[in-house]
């Protein structure tokens, strides 16, 4: 039997204005566009060297059919449309100690509509009620004001500085590291029968 649209609200995967999907070999030219944003790149990791057309063909073709490693894994956030307004990635995930951490990109025109909220609820969901994690952590780069500003939003904790760790544009700049756990998740956003 066929899924209906109305079903789709039931999915873990389903925000309100967002979907979390896999990538797609079509959405090489999505990241291949991120690829020539500089400022999108620099908040996000670094500047990377320029990258051929055919090359992230093949990088979108392969992640499309790649198993995912343990519980890394990187979705696609998509809007109610079907366009791709960001990326959200799993890495770092140590089942022994419960920890795993995240990255984030939204495509500047999607930016402050909530699209990264809901995708970091949705993983952070996903990750303490259904796979037993017990601490989520982010890295934001001290010049990533919008960055810093969400996820304090979001209820994450400040729980270190590491100075002059990212070098761009000629500068230093700070590493902060936000953590939350599972209860401070659901004081903040509550219990999993009342979200999903």
């Given at each position: 039997?066929?899924?209906m649209?109305g079903?789709?609200?039931r999915s873990?995967?389903?925000?309100?204005?967002?979907?979390l999907?896999v990538?797609e070999?079509a959405d090489?030219?999505?990241?291949d566009e991120?690829?020539?944003?500089d400022?999108?790149?620099?908040c996000a990791?670094?500047?990377p060297?320029?990258r051929?057309?055919?090359?992230?063909k093949?990088?979108?073709?392969?992640t499309?059919?790649q198993?995912?490693e343990?519980?890394a894994?990187?979705?696609?956030?998509t809007d109610?449309?079907?366009?791709?307004?960001?990326?959200?990635n799993t890495?770092t995930?140590?089942?022994?100690?419960g920890?795993f951490?995240?990255?984030?990109?939204v495509?500047?025109?999607?930016r402050?509509?909530?699209?990264?909220?809901q995708?970091?609820l949705?993983?952070l969901r996903?990750f303490?009620e259904?796979l037993?994690?017990q601490?989520?952590t982010v890295n934001v780069?001290a010049?990533n004001t919008?960055s810093?500003?969400?996820?304090?939003?979001?209820?994450?904790?400040l729980?270190g500085?590491?100075?002059?760790?990212?070098?761009t544009?000629?500068a230093?700049?700070?590493l902060?590291?936000?953590g939350?756990?599972?209860?401070?998740f659901v004081?903040?956003?509550?219990e999993a029968s009342?979200a999903?």
């Amino acid at each position: 039997m066929g899924r209906m649209e109305g079903d789709r609200s039931r999915s873990v995967w389903q925000g309100k204005t967002i979907r979390l999907r896999v990538v797609e070999p079509a959405d090489w030219e999505v990241f291949d566009e991120w690829n020539q944003d500089d400022e999108m790149a620099r908040c996000a990791y670094v500047v990377p060297f320029p990258r051929s057309r055919e090359a992230m063909k093949r990088w979108a073709e392969r992640t499309a059919i790649q198993e995912s490693e343990g519980d890394a894994f990187r979705w696609v956030i998509t809007d109610q449309a079907g366009d791709v307004v960001g990326s959200i990635n799993t890495h770092t995930c140590d089942r022994r100690a419960g920890t795993f951490a995240f990255g984030l990109t939204v495509s500047p025109p999607y930016r402050r509509r909530g699209y990264a909220s809901q995708a970091i609820l949705r993983i952070l969901r996903y990750f303490f009620e259904e796979l037993g994690y017990q601490k989520a952590t982010v890295n934001v780069y001290a010049f990533n004001t919008a960055s810093i500003a969400l996820h304090e939003g979001l209820g994450f904790q400040l729980e270190g500085r590491l100075r002059r760790m990212v070098f761009t544009r000629g500068a230093h700049a700070d590493l902060l590291v936000f953590g939350m756990t599972p209860e401070e998740f659901v004081t903040r956003h509550g219990e999993a029968s009342a979200a999903w």
